[in-house]
């Protein structure tokens, strides 16, 4: 049975910082891509962050520059490296695993979401 399971949300003043860290149970997650995704009240669920099982690095435009997302396979963690946050980062984020790869596809295993609130 896969499980993931987030920490690292909090309350932040914009122009901070926060790590998320997303650990891995029932999988070998460095077989996986491992994904961010994030939900703001009353808008969809969208991609924010993937690294691929050999590394490679995709970011959402509007997060680049800013976010870093980063993996531990010896700790089956992903994690996410967000500075200089925004109110409009304010959102839920997601952990996903996707044995296939690709970007945005919604695909995988699921946490169950860490709230980060961006506000002064």
């Known amino acids: 049975q896969v499980q993931l399971v987030e920490s690292g949300g909090g309350l932040v003043q914009p122009g901070g910082s926060l790590r998320l860290s997303c650990t891995a149970s029932g999988i070998d997650a460095a077989l996986y891509t491992l994904n961010w995704y994030r939900q703001a009240p009353g808008k969809q669920r969208e991609p924010v962050a993937s690294i691929t099982s050999d590394g490679h690095t995709n970011v959402a435009g509007a997060v680049k520059g800013r976010f870093t997302i980063s993996r531990d396979n010896a700790k089956n963690t992903v994690y996410l490296q967000m500075n200089s946050l925004k109110p409009e980062d304010t959102a839920v984020y997601y952990c996903?695993?996707?044995?296939?790869?690709?970007?945005?596809?919604?695909?995988?295993?699921w946490g169950q979401g860490t709230q980060v609130t961006v506000s002064s």
């Open positions: 996903n695993a996707n044995p296939l790869g690709g970007w945005g596809t919604n695909f995988g295993s």
